[in-house]
């Protein structure tokens, strides 16, 4: 009883602050599109031969997104709309890269290259006619992209742990990928691009913005206006580089984590953040106030009645309902089973989404920054 009270206070404290509207808005927020995690089907076997023992949802169930995966996803979302002729379409937060393995390794890990993920995609079984899915979910309103990142993995640390000989990271490279269940020489996470300890690798850090967005543009044909950083790790040094490339609102939780090299203790800081709340480059903040992660929940938790209750509390204090739900969710490439129920629930949640609240919205995060700065 104690635990569920405290939860509901937690609740409001998220949303009682900050831009308010009377619409009732929601929006699905969901990372990790475009990066590749576990590797291709075709080594997975190799791979959990290697790491048998690992409760890390991400490395049993994420991939990339397979041709059945989005078929099926965009079919359910092209079956629902609010009253307003509205799809509930996902936010795909994408990484628009990944490592060019070859050609580091022939580097002797010296050199980072990477490809866009739309050339990745290629390479993976059953995946060759993904983006056509999405370039058409796009302009039927089923889906929109926005900018994770260049990659999903930190660079620096990354090829500095190679050099030195770090096995578990060599075994999974040869894989194709830089996914372990830990990285027990580093406190940073691999999967954190932008976080650092000792020095800022400045160089890298403008680059991965600079081209990464670049390359967002060049794939999609059109600029993000919204980011959300790998891990929510951002350092504050790289607000003016997303402003000058366009970005308007970082997406993340109620608090941004700052990288372990921006206190002089190592610790790591957050800074507290609202929804509409700003930085010095005038760059506002979402806030994440529902989460729709079933394959992140104990098995006896009931997914749509908690997402109801957040998106009931948000549309209490006139807030948009915004809901984190990572691409793990929706893939099946190694799961069938858990990705068809995450399905089946997630059809629950929109119906029932559009039952309880008839006048709902469906929006994808540029809509809703561009309502908020229009506002």
Known sequence: MLSNIKNRVRAHLINYKGWSTKRKIVVFESDDWGAIRLPDITKIEEYRKRYPQTNNPYLKYDSLASEDDLNVLFSLISDCKDNFGNHPKLTFNTVVANPDFKKIKESGFKQYYYEPFTETLKRFSNHSQSFNLWKNAIDEKLMYPQFHGREHVNVPLWLEELRNGNQELLDAFDLGTWSVPENKSSIINLQASLDWIDERPKE????????????????????????????????????????????????????????????????????????????????????????????????????????????????????????????????????????????????????????????????????????????
Not at 205 to 227: A, D, P, V
Not at 330 to 352: C, H
């Open 204 to 375: 890298y850090q403008e680059g991965y913005i600079n081209e990464g967005l670049s390359l967002f543009e060049e794939i999609f044909g059109f600029k993000s206006i919204t980011m959300i950083p790998n891990n929510f790790i951002l350092g504050e040094q790289l607000h003016e580089v997303l402003k000058n490339n366009g970005i308007k609102v970082i997406q993340g939780m109620k608090y941004q984590k700052l990288p372990f090299g921006e206190d002089n203790n190592q610790k790591r800081r957050i800074i507290g953040r609202f929804i509409g709340s700003e930085n010095g480059q005038q760059i506002k903040y979402f806030v994440r106030n529902g989460q729709y992660e079933p394959t992140q929940m104990p098995a006896n938790y009931d997914n749509v009645d908690g997402c109801l209750k957040e998106i009931s509390n948000a549309f209490f204090w006139n807030k948009p309902a915004i809901i984190n739900t990572h691409r793990l969710n929706y893939v099946g490439v190694y799961d069938q089973k858990t990705k068809d129920e995450n399905i089946k629930n997630f059809r629950v949640l929109v119906k029932s989404i559009i039952k309880k609240w008839p006048n709902v919205e469906f929006m994808d995060s540029a809509e809703l920054a561009n309502l908020m700065l229009e506002e």
